[in-house]
């Protein structure tokens, strides 16, 4: 992670709880006329917390927007791509980064972002190759004590 830090801070930086519950209390007050803005800052609000639940309504939140709002569009990818990539979901994270940066090429948050799902990427597909690989050695070893135990017969 090293030098992506200061980029990509947002991806280990929640919000205080009570951070966080101001934002909540404004978008329940809204109710169901909640401005884009309002939905916007929570759904930021939400990525940004340690939380699985919260990560993903506000990846939900965030999907609203970037469907019923165009014009806000841009301002969403990249924290749905933090968002995704919070929890793990590493292909759509690459997918809204990737369009982000096809439209701001020089976008620092973005890049960063970019380093942080290339190490996750090849750290879990390294870990993926030691497991298969493991799994493919026991299973190797009990097949032999399976065919030594059957020559023996």
């Known amino acids: 992670m090293g030098s992506n830090l200061p980029y990509a801070a947002d991806a ?4 205080r ?13 809204e109710g169901e006329f909640v401005g884009v803005q309002t939905k916007f800052n929570y759904s930021w ?9 919260d990560q993903q309504d506000g990846v939900r939140l965030l999907s609203e927007i970037f469907r019923n709002a165009p ?12 968002g995704n990539y919070k929890l793990g979901n590493y292909a759509e994270a690459r997918r809204y980064n990737d369009l982000l940066l096809d439209h701001e090429p020089g976008n620092l ?7 942080l799902i290339d190490e996750k990427v090849a750290r ?10 493991g799994v493919a050695v ?16």
């Open 12 to 15: 280990e930086s929640p919000l």
């Open 17 to 29: 709880p009570e951070e966080l519950q101001v934002l909540r209390a404004q978008y329940e007050k």
């Open 45 to 53: 609000g939400l990525i940004k917390s340690s939380t699985r639940s």
């Open 71 to 82: 014009e806000r569009r841009r301002e969403c990818l990249y924290y749905l791509a933090l």
């Open 109 to 115: 948050q973005a890049g960063s972002l970019r380093g």
């Open 124 to 133: 879990e597909g390294m870990m993926g190759v030691a497991i298969v690989g």
């Open 138 to 153: 026991a299973a190797g070893v009990i097949g032999s004590m399976i065919f030594r135990s059957a020559r023996r017969r």
